[in-house]
């Protein structure tokens, strides 16, 4: 095949979202391998946007051409559409492969163009829906002598490369890395090579897997089970369930029905949800979006026709708040409109309506952050403070001897374990309370064996590990003053819990466990059974949500489906870094860490300052637009309230 026509098919045509004015072609460089971009000059760009939205399949051949890395790409890369090219005459097996592969990577609906790689029977037959596998770069592609080729009709093509991740046909992602091969079968149609055995799904390249899908959460009424009567927020209690979406292809209408499809199978059995079984949208290739005024209308099918006013502002506040990053600009989604299949309204409900359900609402909205002394009181400061205050009550006072603290969503009431980790207290944020009697004692016999700093959740729930060698357990108080419930863990194979997080909605922990030396991040999340005179929690399903660190330091939750961790890869250079609790990568800035940070605390309200401990500099705050801050030097373990 000559240059011309090899260039002619790597080159990827790409219509723009906002204008011509920012209509781009690309060409990959042997794709796989470096995905390399053709930037054409903006005159350039004019015609071309003009002509590619007329359909017309050649180029401008004016205006200057450079090269650039895709790997350097900006965000105005979603603001274009990537289209495949059709297979050309006399491709070889690894050529046809290639392009095929590529063709996966663009952003047609339905994967017309990648189809035509294949036989009419495989295109019937592949599902580019049914899985995902994410590897760290593009495959490498290779044809395979095989043995049941030998007529000369058939060629077996050989995928490889590293596999960090998988998104299953619920959109849910998850962390799996492993080595990566496939093999993909050709066989001669005519005198042409088409794909008659494709892989299952899609096969992407990290960075083309951020390119075309984001992350976005859809939420579930948390299952409280027992608890529900005790619940200081009551059952209105919404859990982030995150999943992946193509950004850009109708990303409302697949979020809204990745919604109705149900909770992840990792989530499901803590969560429910108020749309009936087997709802779906009332008509079918409907392409929902947000009109004028950001608001929603979700025309829903039968089986949805006859729910309670109740139920359907449920309903309505899961939608709402699914779809709320998804308005134009920084916009807030301002209301969502629940149809009949007729078109009839079942009930409507305004963002300020929703607010009783937003998920804040058992996160709190801190007021202060809190940390340790040097004199072993629990302190505390604002915002726009600069240096700490003891707080009111006994924790406050000199004397107070406490080495962790945590305080509850509402900054009423306070936790404190011993500076030797023997025992738990509780006591109220208020002038004149005392600590009382402890609440929990550890038979470790030193601060390393002992309790683990305190956690709460948004329900009233005290959570406390023991790491006691002859009896290690997790814990829970109800209200903070209840006799401890102990809580079922999965078999930690020879590790022991280090510290722990709960997230405010009570659904899920965030725990350390040290094993054969190294600690690692563990998410599971926490099942209810039993009454209410004598419930049986239990966490399962542990699984690892920051794979790529060795060695977590801290942890601390940042979101309703984020946490803040500080930890080491195999350089053993320490990083701070956002992570979902799916395990993938967080779509936010990085955050430049201070050196030798031991804990770190932040807020589920992305507004609000880190703080975190450190070695060199005690306690230190990062405000939004500064500089990391020293705020005392010999302070230790800060929190937020949770």
């Known amino acids: 095949m000559g240059a011309d026509r090899a260039d002619r098919h790597r080159f990827r045509r790409q219509v723009p979202w906002g204008g011509p004015g ?10 796989p391998g470096s995905l ?13 946007g003009a002509l ?6 050649s180029m ?4 200057d051409v450079r090269r650039v890395d895709s790997s350097a790409r900006s965000d105005v890369d979603s603001q274009v559409r990537v289209y495949g090219v059709s297979p050309g005459k006399g491709e070889q097996p690894a050529e046809l492969v290639s392009g095929f592969l590529e063709a996966t990577t663009s952003d047609e609906e339905n ?12 295109a019937k037959g592949w599902d580019p829906f049914a899985a995902t596998t994410v590897l760290e770069e593009a495959p490498d592609v290779r044809v395979e002598t095989d043995p049941g080729d030998r007529d000369g009709n058939g060629k077996t093509v050989v995928l490889s490369g590293k596999r960090i991740a998988t998104v299953d046909a619920t959109h849910a992602y998850r962390p799996d890395e492993a080595p990566y091969e496939e093999r993909i079968h050709l066989t001669l149609s005519g005198s042409e090579w088409r794909i008659d055995g494709p892989p299952p799904g899609l096969v992407l390249g990290e960075s ?34 995150p999943v992946y979406v193509r950004r850009r292809i109708d990303p409302v209408t697949a979020t809204v029905k990745a919604l109705l499809d149900g909770p992840t199978g990792w989530l499901d059995p803590v969560v429910s949800t108020s749309f009936p079984g087997g709802t779906a949208l009332g008509r079918r290739g409907e392409k929902l979006s947000l009109d004028d005024s950001n608001a929603l209308k979700v025309r829903l099918s039968g089986r949805a026709a006859h729910v309670s006013g109740a139920r359907c502002a449920r309903m309505a506040a899961q939608t709402l708040f699914t779809v709320q990053d998804l308005g134009e ?20 409900l305004s963002s300020d309506a929703a607010r009783s359900y937003a998920p804040d609402g058992v996160e709190g909205h801190p007021q202060h952050q809190y940390f340790v002394d040097s004199k072993h009181r629990m302190v505390r400061l604002s915002d726009d403070e600069d240096g700490a205050q003891a707080v009111p009550g006994a924790f406050g006072a000199d004397g107070a001897g406490l080495g962790s603290v945590a305080v509850s969503r509402d900054e009423r009431d306070a936790a404190g374990v011993t500076a030797d980790g023997s025992a738990l207290y509780v006591s109220e944020l208020a002038s004149g309370a005392e600590r009382g009697k402890p609440r929990l004692r550890s038979q470790g016999g030193s601060a390393e064996h002992g309790l683990t700093a305190p956690s709460w959740d948004g329900l009233g729930g005290l959570w406390v590990a023991d790491r006691d060698p002859q009896r290690p357990r997790l814990l829970r108080l109800r209200g903070g003053t209840s006799p401890a419930d102990e809580v079922r863990l999965p078999k930690l194979d020879g590790g022991r819990i280090t510290a722990l997080r709960v997230s405010a909605d009570g659904a899920r922990i965030a725990m350390l466990v040290k094993r054969a030396g190294h600690t690692t991040l563990r998410l599971g999340r926490i099942e209810r059974q039993g009454t209410a005179a004598s419930p049986k929690l239990s966490v399962r399903k542990l699984h690892a949500i920051a794979p790529k660190l060795q060695d977590v330091d801290t942890v601390s939750w940042a979101g309703d489906s984020r946490l803040v961790v500080a930890g080491r890869e195999s350089d053993g250079v320490q990083q701070l870094q956002y992570v979902e609790t799916d395990g993938s990568p967080a779509n936010v800035p990085e955050v430049p860490g201070p050196s030798g940070v031991e804990a770190v605390a ?8 880190l703080i975190a401990e450190t070695r060199e500099n005690g306690i230190v705050r990062l405000r939004p637009n500064t500089d990391w801050k020293t705020v005392d030097e010999d302070g230790s373990a800060p929190v937020y309230p949770g």
């Not at 053709?38 to 015609?47: D, K, N, Q």
């Open 22 to 31: 920012r209509s781009r072609g690309t060409e990959s460089s042997g794709w």
């Open 36 to 48: 390399r971009s053709r930037v054409l000059s903006t005159p350039a760009l004019l015609v071309c």
């Open 52 to 57: 590619l939205l007329s359909g017309c399949a």
């Open 60 to 63: 401008p051949d004016q205006g």
């Open 111 to 122: 994967f017309g163009t990648a189809k035509e790689y294949l036989t009419k029977a495989a």
């Open 208 to 241: 083309d897997f951020q390119r075309i899908y984001r992350s976005v959460n859809k939420y579930y009424f948390a299952d409280l089970g027992p608890d529900a009567e005790e619940s200081r927020v009551g059952d209105s209690v919404l859990v982030a369930d």
């Open 329 to 348: 600009g920084s916009s807030e989604v301002s209301g969502v409109r629940l149809e009949r299949q007729d078109g009839s309204e079942l009930c409507a």
């Open 602 to 609: 932040a807020s589920e309200d992305q507004t609000r300052p």
